[in-house]
């Protein structure tokens, strides 16, 4: 299998990404280039076109019909020749009912049943237009209720738009524009259709193969033929006939002799047949087929978020021609996208906002725009500062940021009777099990994400956090539903709205996704509504209009935002992710994509958006920040959530001119090879490249390839690594302690900090940190200078390697060796021969022979970097190798506590290499934390070694992932006694 994923499902995302579907994650973002010179004129693409044609009875259609004709009109001419036509399928009129079964052989037979009614389909021309932008095809399905063998109006059903594809934007040359079909197949009697008719399915043309394949379909019609009508009642028996006469007696025979006995006379005749019953009554009509279709709400339950359609289908029960409710037989929803799943705040007893599910959110596509507002006095209205408010310097200078990923944000704040579900579901230790676990986090800052340090700051119980939110004579909950259920929850703090979000399957918008939302993105609006003064009371509830706290939200409407949400302005100020700074504006990291200030520490003071019922009119401006106090609860702060799309969006740039029409375009092309171990792949894999069919020979020839779109899906590394040089050579040898783990690599901001994250490529790690019995190999080898530039990280390459200078550090003869390894009794590890202590971590070494070892055993010294991105599970950001919670004896070895006894320090207290498995990393390694401290390399080599990791003699303060230490070259050998290391191995 490759890597972590099957790497079929990689290439099919790769292939589908030539034509314009979702990129793998993105690096950072490059400087925008110099936009190229406008593309040469190009032929215009060709259009899709649909050709109906009345046939007549026959084998096609055995009451005649419509033959359906699609294609691509390659020659521009606008009509459909024979060698552009892809599909043909046919409409048929249905037929005549059968007829009513025959009374008995003494009776007639009954009557015929009526006709069923026929299906027609209907296809014109639409202009160009509002329906249809560069023109298409109106299909119109329905039964023939007048039997007139023409689809008037009020027959019709069913109507599809099929319009003919936009001239793309032309920059550079993009991916070919996607097609709409539709294609038309016979449908049996059956679940969908009870006396057959036929199936529509209609779609867009993904792969641009003309074919509408099974995953390009977005929504499917049935028109069925009318049932048969019920047969005719069998007619009554006839009478039965008369009984015929006795034949008549034979005559006396002659005296004498007696003759023969007369025969038998003939028996007579048989009475005629009794006359035929009368006709059966007529069989009764078949009901009409009819089908509905509406749209789908896209909140909780039914395509949350992404809507749809809803298609209704029954029988006609009242002939009048509509499908009523109570006719629906069944009813099939078709969503636009992957649903949402429905948030645990609205249940059927949440009370309804503005007749519709108060958990109702909308797509925000993300994109460039300014934020902030520049310091020129403008008029109300326009861009900048109004003439009657200057702009506070927490919200200048005016900067550019890229909001790289689409999110969805609710349409309406969150309300009391939401919060009431979140209280009746509260339960503190399960709900801060999940924070920490990742819920709530921004799926692209790595920093926005809940921290253990938090978990105090939420009540101990659900009494507690109702308690909380009761804060003043103005608070909007009710311990019992009430009058308010509908009105925005205030008296909420920090901590209990990153927890109700992260709780309802969202989580808090960052200050810039929310001022993308409320300044309509590139339309930088003044106010989420546009320009207009919010004196209008329509507009906002705030100080001077309503004024109330317990108006219900989305009571404003005409204050409704670019993308559907309500009281952006007014009505509650907002909580958003982000620390509160004065100054962050004015800072680097402001500008860029997905910009974070960054989490606020216990107390501090948190960014709040959008003003309030008691704000005066420049609170209410998209680009007004304020800060809170994330602890504190206050009556004019509450929240709304925003949740995740899975999308990327375009990177941020300006558009060149339009180009001319771009020439035909050129199919894209896929290549897979197997790609042996070696430098692109350590274990093996597949190379796959792209490219456009140049020559049109279905073909990718080598001089097609892009030369830049060559990926290499490998084969993943084992769990278990290398174990180096010193484990080859010991073999079964007990205590030995070798191997490494792989560890992924990935984006990583330092210890929160992304103002520059890091992206780091994969590398194995020894899993233990260097044992005696290791050491004791490379020892007894007499191999200990390295060859210059060996063991170099290949972080920093040559640069990085070793220096014959360094020679001076080490011991020259074993008996060296022995001496030095032995520097402070009281705590070595190392023994003048193999004991019990083999397995106990390696101590009392300088920065120069930790090296030496590496390089001897094929490996190097992890750079800084490298060691604190696997010590911290990478972009989880672990404050300790286990996660957030406090060390424990059972976790680490640290205090003195490593034998027992926490009073008395000596060498008993380091403890065998992964005596605590609790506490391993996220890749499995052990002993990150406690233990030893452990040596880095870094370039240049600084005079003082920086080590990591905390060691057996600290105190738990010292654990913490953040805490270093720099030790000099010449340190007294105490110091080296609370020292080890461990090797890496391979960067890809």
Request: with cysteine.
């Amino acid at each position: 299998m490759l890597g972590r994923r099957n790497w079929l499902v990689a290439l099919a995302a790769l292939a589908v990404a030539c034509g314009g579907a979702r990129d793998g994650s993105d690096g950072a973002p490059g400087a925008n280039g110099t936009p190229g010179a406008d593309g040469a004129q190009g032929e215009d693409g060709a259009d899709a076109l649909i050709v109906p044609t009345a046939i007549e009875a026959g084998a096609d259609c055995m009451a005649g019909g419509v033959q359906v004709q699609s294609g691509m009109d390659a020659n521009g001419d606008g009509e459909l020749q024979g060698e552009e036509i892809r599909t043909t399928d046919f409409v048929c009129h249905g037929l005549n009912g059968a007829d009513g079964g025959s009374g008995s052989a003494a009776g007639g037979a009954g009557a015929a049943g009526a006709d069923g009614l026929t299906s027609l389909v209907a296809v014109t021309a639409v202009d160009p237009g509002p329906d249809c932008v560069a023109g298409g095809q109106r299909l119109e399905a329905g039964l023939d209720s007048d039997r007139s063998g023409t689809l008037e109006a009020n027959e019709v059903t069913t109507t599809r738009l099929v319009c003919n594809g936009r001239d793309g934007a032309a920059t550079a040359q993009g991916d070919p524009g996607r097609d709409s079909l539709i294609v038309t197949h016979d449908e049996l009697g059956g679940a969908n259709c009870e006396s057959g008719g036929k199936r529509i399915d209609v779609g867009t043309d993904a792969d641009h193969d003309a074919l509408l394949a099974t995953g390009e379909i977005t929504s499917t019609v049935y028109v069925c033929n009318g049932a048969d009508g019920a047969p005719g009642a069998d007619g009554a028996d006839g009478a039965p006939g008369a009984d015929g006469a006795d034949g008549a007696p034979g005559a006396d025979g002659a005296d004498g002799a007696d003759g023969a006995p007369g025969a038998d006379g003939a028996d007579g005749a048989s009475g005629a047949d009794g006359a035929d019953g009368a006709d059966g009554a007529p069989g009764a009509d078949g009901l009409a087929a009819l089908s509905r279709t509406v749209a789908a709400s896209g909140g909780p339950g039914e395509c949350y978020g992404v809507g749809g359609i809803r298609v209704m289908t029954g029988l006609d029960e009242n002939a009048d021609g509509a499908l009523a409710d109570g006719e629906v037989t069944s009813a099939t929803t078709v969503c636009e996208g992957t649903p949402l799943a429905d948030p645990p705040s609205c249940t059927a007893t949440t009370a309804p906002c503005q007749g519709e599910s108060c958990c109702m959110t909308e797509f925000v596509p993300g994109g460039s725009f300014l934020m902030g507002r520049g310091t020129e006095a403008v008029s109300s209205g326009t861009l900048g500062c109004a003439t009657s408010h200057t702009c506070g310097t927490d919200e200048v200078p005016e900067h550019e940021v890229f909001i790289s990923r689409p999110f969805y944000l609710d349409k309406y704040e969150v309300t009391v009777g939401r919060m009431r579900e979140f209280v009746a579901a509260y339960d503190h230790d399960a709900m801060v099990g999940a924070l920490n676990a990742g819920a709530g986090r921004h799926p692209r800052i790595g920093a926005a994400r809940w921290q253990s340090a938090f978990d105090g700051e939420l009540p101990a119980e659900a009494s507690a956090l109702a308690t909380t939110l009761a804060c003043h004579a103005d608070q909007t909950w009710t311990n019992t539903a009430g009058a308010n259920e509908t009105a925005a929850i205030n008296c909420v703090d920090w901590y209990t709205a990153f927890a109700f979000c992260a709780w309802d399957g969202g989580r808090l918008p960052t200050s810039a996704e929310w001022e993308f939302a409320a300044a309509g993105g590139t339309e930088n609006r003044y106010y989420p509504w546009g320009g207009a003064s919010p004196s209008n009371v329509g507009y906002a509830n705030w100080l001077s209009s309503t004024g109330s706290p317990v108006l219900a939200v989305g009571s404003k409407p005409n204050g409704l935002g670019r993308w559907g949400q309500l009281d952006l302005a007014g009505s509650m100020w907002e909580f958003v992710s982000d620390v509160y700074s004065a100054t962050w504006y004015a800072q680097v990291g402001a500008s860029g994509t997905d910009v974070y200030a960054g989490l606020p520490a216990v107390g501090d003071s948190v960014v709040i958006r959008g003003g309030s019922f008691v704000s005066v009119s420049s609170n209410l401006r998209a680009a007004e920040i304020h800060a809170a106090s994330a602890a504190m609860n206050q009556r004019h702060v509450g929240l709304r959530c925003a949740r995740d799309a899975d999308d990327d969006v375009p990177g941020p740039g300006a558009p060149g001119a339009d180009g001319a029409d771009g020439a035909e375009g050129l199919s894209a092309l896929v290549s897979v090879s197997d790609e042996p171990m070696g430098s692109h792949c350590l274990y093996g894999g597949k190379t796959v490249q792209t490219g456009l069919d140049a020559d049109r020979d279905g073909v990718l020839d080598a001089g097609e390839v892009n030369g830049s779109a060559t990926t290499y899906l490998c084969e993943a590394a084992p769990a278990d690594g290398p174990e180096g040089k010193a484990c080859d050579e010991m073999g079964t040898v007990a205590g030995r302690r070798c191997g490494s783990r792989w560890v992924d690599g990935g984006p990583f901001c330092p210890q929160g900090d992304c103002t520059t994250p890091w992206t780091m490529p994969g590398f194995y790690l020894d899993r233990y940190e260097v044992v005696v019995s290791r050491f004791r190999r490379f020892v007894a080898s007499g191999d200990w200078v390295p060859a210059t530039g060996s063991g170099a990280s290949p972080l920093y390459g040559s640069s990085g390697g070793w220096r014959q200078e360094w020679a001076a550090m080490l011991p020259t003869t074993t008996a060296g060796w022995s001496a030095a390894l032995n520097c402070y009794p009281l705590y070595a590890s190392w023994t003048g021969t193999a004991g019990s202590r083999e397995a106990v971590p390696l101590n009392c070494l300088n920065w120069y022979e930790a090296f030496a070892f590496c390089a001897w055993d094929g490996g190097y010294l992890p750079s800084e970097e490298q060691w604190l991105y696997a010590a911290s599970g990478g972009d989880e950001n672990r404050i300790y190798a286990w996660g957030g919670g406090a060390p424990t004896l059972a976790l680490a070895i640290y205090g003195d506590c490593g034998d027992g006894d926490c009073a008395t320090a000596s060498r008993d207290d380091l403890r065998p290499a992964g005596s605590t498995p609790g506490g391993n990393g996220r890749w499995g390694h052990s002993d990150l934390t406690g233990s030893l401290w452990e040596y880095v390399a870094s370039v240049p080599h600084p005079t003082a070694a920086r080590v990591f990791g905390g060691s057996f003699a600290n105190s738990g303060a010292l654990l913490l992932l953040s805490s270093t230490w720099s030790i000099d070259d010449d340190a007294h050998d105490q110091d080296k006694a609370y020292i080890g290391f461990r090797c890496a191995r391979y960067t890809p």
